[in-house]
């Protein structure tokens, strides 16, 4: 069980409430037509019981005349409140159905502006499969509660109330000795309640873990299918489908048992009704009629009752779901901007890194946030104690001390061995992540500074799998500046050396790419990304590995390419092919976080230390003597 299970639901209900208050005329409309519904019910019982007393009943036959006038006036009755029920269902079911599906849409608008709102802090340790279970399945569910709740709800209380009122009017007695249900029922309820919720939480978590096993097998097919793995995936999803079997079960187990338990008790006051209303009858105390009319009027008020076993697996499936979303919202974004923020977008490029220091384990919510099924008790104290250790005898930061600077158009390069921080060094500029401390200023600006879409807006990035989205080889260029005219696309295109290829696809730039570019080449998706950055302009570049993944002929045509965007902005190329940055300005060599060397290439060379052994180790001994 998810420990949020133990927190007091009135808070995220009332959240999901404000979202249905947003559209009160619907509320109200979608209410009206349920009540409108309910009210026609109501008078079925007395029709028949009409009919019993003034049509079928020998002791209350009255004339012919009378007699045929009772029936025209019955059945004139029928019929009107008949077309009234179907007006009304059809308005309740059709206002509902839209109030519900417009409040969808504005959290799932909402959740998803938020998501975007967080930072790298939260997406390196969430799967993306839990993220759009929170974003579809779970705010679909929690949906639910506007027709199985907050409408249904309204209705069912003007049924009871209604219905106790026209019981009353016919027998006190008889009323008093129908209500012995309730109190059997509200016992039944508060005792079953708890874990029908705590079922539907389960439920609705090992959805979202089956949803985010399969995203990432789905993403890793070509990887699954080369290790031969598909029978091992198969088991795996096996096992995660038995599990949620296993806990529908136990939620069906449970929302049975008080069905049961309801229909029971429903019956018990019927025969209640058809015992001791005899017996009022026999006694001349009500009609026979009127015995008919409180069955009636008894069933129609008994139906929330009966619906209630299922209206309430529906309200605690949806107030499971509600919470589940509303957890989401509770993540406080680490990157935000401060209310002064600077609004202009650098314009130099001019880089300065003071003290520096970086680490990813830090205590923000994003990071502690966590969308797959935890436990609770001792166990997450155990989780926490242990959490808190860890902190307290954490590792050294990934970027410890760093303070240097790059002037604007310097073309700055930096290498060392894997895990030395390279790629989170370039990630601070945009604030992907946020610093531990100290400052990083980009024309003389604090990063934290700057609003974050003109900060950004200065900086382009080309990575090594350079990443496609679905959609038109025109879409996914403009992608930075989806305004931007033919003519400027295409120039981008030439420029990256993209436009050959790109008129070659069966509808040139109109050609739809499938997920992650899969029916482009290696080549043709970086060169895409390079017209991407061309296009958008920034003043600071990043190339993280542009080229190491490529072909010759490809990487040829790409580091052409390169070399028309690196012109006159501020770049910081990170490579471990050494022999791509020998023409780098300046070389800064990382290891464990710290730069231990900086220098032109053959400077560092010459110094014989970290740089040199990793020439070295590429080129061999020859290459380092002849460059020193």
């Known amino acids: 069980m998810n420990e949020s299970t133990s927190r007091p639901p009135g808070r995220y209900f009332r959240r999901f409430l404000a979202y249905t208050l947003d559209y009160k005329p619907l509320l109200v409309l979608a209410i009206f037509m349920g009540i409108l519904k309910f009210g026609a019910n109501l008078t079925f019982p007395w029709l028949t019981g009409a009919a019993v007393d003034h049509i079928v009943d020998p002791k209350h036959l009255h004339t012919p005349a009378e007699h045929t006038l009772w029936i025209k006036i019955l059945i004139g009755l029928g019929v009107a409140l008949s077309v009234l029920h179907a007006i009304a269902t059809y308005g309740r079911t059709f206002y509902t159905a839209k109030l519900g599906n417009r409040i969808i849409a504005d959290i799932r608008q909402d959740l ?113 299918k080369t290790y031969a793995a598909e029978d091992r995936e198969s088991e795996r999803f096996h096992e995660d489908t038995e599990e949620h079997f296993s806990r529908v079960l136990t939620q069906t187990d449970l929302s049975a048992t008080v069905s049961a338990y309801s229909e029971g008790l429903v019956h018990i006051g019927q025969t209640i009704v058809i015992s001791f209303g005899g017996y009022l009858a026999l006694r001349g105390y009500i009609s026979p009629g009127e015995v008919i009319s409180f069955l009636g009027y008894l069933a129609v008020m008994y139906m929330p009752v009966r619906r209630f076993a299922e209206v309430n697996v529906v309200y605690q499936t949806s107030l499971a779901a509600i919470e589940r979303v509303f957890e989401v919202f509770d993540i406080t974004p680490k990157i935000v901007e401060k209310p002064t923020s600077n609004g202009a977008a650098p314009v130099r490029g001019e880089v300065v890194f003071e003290d520096v220091t970086f680490d990813y384990a830090d205590d923000s919510p994003e990071s502690r946030a966590s969308l797959e099924e935890t436990v609770a008790g001792a166990e997450l104290l155990a989780v926490e104690k242990h959490s808190k250790e860890a902190r307290e005898h954490r590792r050294r930061p990934v970027l410890e001390g760093l303070s240097f600077r790059v002037e604007p158009g310097e073309r700055v390069a930096l290498v060392g061995p894997s895990g030395g921080g390279k790629t989170t060094l370039v990630s601070l500029l945009p604030r992907l992540y946020d610093i531990s401390h100290g400052r990083i200023l980009i024309d003389g600006v604090d990063v934290r500074d700057y609003r974050l879409r003109p900060l950004r807006g200065a900086i382009g990035i080309v990575q090594q799998d350079s990443f496609l989205f679905s959609g038109t080889v025109r879409e996914n260029i403009a992608y930075g500046r989806p305004h931007a005219t033919d003519d400027e696309i295409v120039a981008a295109a030439k420029a990256a050396n993209a436009h050959d290829f790109i008129t070659q696809l069966p509808e040139g730039y109109q050609t739809m790419l499938g997920e992650r570019g899969v029916n482009l080449s290696g080549g043709q998706r970086q060169r895409m990304s390079i017209a991407r950055a061309i296009l958008k302009d920034p003043k600071i570049l990043i190339l993280d590995e542009a080229t190491s993944a490529l072909d010759s002929e490809s990487e040829a045509l790409v580091q052409e390419a390169l070399g028309r965007l690196m012109v006159g902005r501020t770049c910081f190329i990170i490579a471990h092919r050494l022999s791509t940055v020998r023409d780098a300005d300046r070389i800064f060599v990382l290891e464990k976080g710290r730069i231990v060397e900086c220098g032109p290439h053959e400077e560092l060379v010459g110094r014989g230390n970290l740089y040199a052994r990793l020439v070295r180790q590429q080129f061999g001994l020859d290459t380092v003597l002849r460059a020193g």
Request: hydrophobic share 50%; aromatic share 8%.
């Open 112 to 224: 998803f502006d938020h998501l975007h709102r967080l930072s790298l802090h939260f997406y390196s340790k969430q799967r993306s499969g839990a993220i759009v279970s929170r974003l579809i399945s779970d705010i679909q569910q929690a949906s639910q509660i506007i027709n199985g709740g907050v409408v249904s709800v309204a209705m069912d209380m003007f049924t009871i109330v209604a219905g106790f009122v026209l019981l009353l009017h016919i027998s006190v007695k008889l009323t008093a000795a129908t209500m012995v249900i309730f109190p059997l029922y509200a016992f039944t309820y508060k005792r079953l309640n708890r874990r029908v919720k705590e079922a539907s939480w389960r439920v609705q978590s090992q959805i979202s873990k089956i949803s985010g096993n399969v995203q990432e097998r789905m993403a890793g097919i070509s990887v699954v």
